[in-house]
Each structure stands twice: as C-alpha cells, then as structure tokens.
C-alpha cells in the first residue's frame, strides 16, 4: 500500500462510485498492469478491487490505482479487451487491446505515447492511429470520463 493513501473496501467504494461493486476471482488472475518503465507487474488485490466491472462500463479508483494517473502510466484490461492510457495532463485514453494486424492481445507496451504490439512491431498514436505497420487499420476507441477521481471507460 501506498504511503499516505486512504484504502477503501469494496462496499465503500461502490458507494463512492454509486453502483453495485461485483469483483470476481478471475479478475485477480487476468489483468496485468504496467507502467512507463515497460515492465510488466501484476495489480496487488487492493487495486483489483479498485475495479468495478458492471454492463457497459468500468470504473476505476484513481485514488488507489496511482500509477494510473502518471503520464504513461497504462493498464491492460483483458475481461474487456481493452488499454488504458495516461496521455499526460490528465488525459486518458481507451483503446482496444486485439491488434488490428493479426489479433494479439496481450503484447502491449507504452512508451513516449506510443502504443507498440510485440507480435509483429505495430505501433500505435494515443488515438489507436497505425503510425508503423504491418497493422494497416486503427485501433477501436473508447469514451472516458473522470468524476471524483474515478475514471470511466464505457465499454
Ligand atoms: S498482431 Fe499486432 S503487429 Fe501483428
């Protein structure tokens, strides 16, 4: 745990976000977080439960998912198939995590604002735009929004 942090149990924080606060054991086991020094590093369960999986959408709580909020911060979401990027100044973006190319979906990194797929060595801008093939389409989007320090992804 992070020093200075406030830690919130699952039901507070469906309260905060004012929905039903549903985490399965499986999300322990499949999601992988990274940040901007490209190595990968699985979520402690105090972040996991800082994610509410509900239809439609996911939240996350900036205030105990920390290195979210640093620019090139980024998280692989596989239950939804989907990255999430800090793209400095507050900015995030949510884009689709099966690479245009062939399909890979789990050999992402994030450096400098470019999202990079291992498989074959497609690159990504922060708005899923092909800016180094072989992937010659763009990577699907998704709206964010953050209210109270909780980040959104629709999807
Ligand atoms: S599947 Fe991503 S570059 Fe080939």
């Known amino acids: 745990m992070k020093k200075g942090k ?9 309260k905060k976000i004012g929905g039903f606060a549903l985490v399965s054991p499986l999300v322990l086991s499949s999601l992988i977080s990274c940040s901007s ?9 105090e972040e996991v ?10 939240t996350f709580d900036l205030d105990i998912l ?15 198939n989907f990255l999430i990027l800090n793209t400095g100044n507050d900015q ?29 060595g497609s ?9 180094q093939g072989p992937a010659n389409a763009p990577l699907a989007s998704f709206e964010t929004s953050v209210e109270n320090n909780i980040l959104t992804v629709f999807r």
């Open 6 to 14: 406030v830690q919130l149990g699952r039901r507070d924080f469906a």
């Open 66 to 80: 920390f290195s979210l909020t640093q620019e090139g911060g980024w998280l692989l979401v596989n239950q939804r």
């Open 123 to 131: 690159r990504f801008d922060t708005n899923g735009n092909v800016v």
């Open 37 to 45: 020094d490209d190595d990968a590093a699985e979520l402690s369960e």
């Open 49 to 58: 439960e800082a994610i509410i999986f509900e239809d439609g959408r996911v």
């Open 92 to 120: 995030f973006a949510a884009l689709s995590s099966i690479c245009t190319h062939t399909g890979c979906r789990d050999a992402w990194s994030f450096s400098s604002n470019i999202l990079t797929c291992a498989c074959h």
